[in-house]
């Protein structure tokens, strides 16, 4: 666009804000992550069990933006807030069920039996940790009620974001760690495990 001598196109106000909002949402991403591989391995004390873990996180963001896309929402500043919420939740999952896993084998456990295991014992707090996160944002989601409309976004991502990665939770990350731990430590006999 050509402009006569003296003008000039400049954004301001409300897409300037939105602007820096992208970038201090961004840098919190960041500074989360960090954080949380920080203190995974301090838990763990071995890096292939946060390697793990921090998979499980683009997974539920492909969860949180499926949900978006199914919807026919737009993202929006509060969809960025959910996608930083759904890091948390879904690694928590994760990190409940491997803990679990981890223990069991410190205790004499072979790493099938101990995963197999783990998986019985935590699904139901994963599961009821789900339902409790999709029926809490339903109301939301459905843009039921006065000022729902803005948050929608936030509620529609927790809900695609956690519903994805319970299911990853109880099946994909058992499955590599599982597969990992077997190709750390093969057999002598070149079996499965140990």
């Not at 679990?100 to 995963?115: H, I, L, W, Y």
């Not at 948050?151 to 695609?160: H, N, P």
């Amino acid at each position: 666009m050509k402009l006569p001598f003296g003008y000039r196109i400049a954004y301001g106000g409300l897409h300037r804000e939105l602007e820096a909002a992208g970038w201090q949402l961004l840098f919190a991403v960041i500074l989360a992550v960090i954080l949380l591989l920080g203190i995974l391995l301090i838990q763990f004390d071995t890096a292939r069990i946060p390697g793990i873990l921090l998979l499980e996180m683009p997974l539920a963001f492909t969860g949180g933006a499926l949900a978006l896309w199914v919807s026919g929402v737009g993202m929006n500043a509060t969809g960025f807030v959910g996608f930083i919420t759904i890091i948390g939740i879904s690694l928590n999952h994760g990190i409940v069920l491997l803990y679990r896993a981890v223990q069991n084998e410190k205790s004499g456990m072979v790493p099938d039996e101990a995963v197999k295991e783990a998986v019985a014992v935590r699904f139901r707090p994963i599961m009821l940790t789900t339902l409790t996160a999709i029926l809490g944002m339903l109301p939301t989601a459905l843009g039921l009620g006065r000022g729902a409309a803005p948050e929608q976004g936030l509620a529609i991502v927790i809900i695609g974001g956690v519903l994805w990665s319970s299911i990853l939770s109880t099946n994909l990350i058992p499955a590599l760690y599982l597969h990992w731990h077997v190709r750390r430590n093969p057999s002598p006999e070149g079996g499965q495990g140990l």
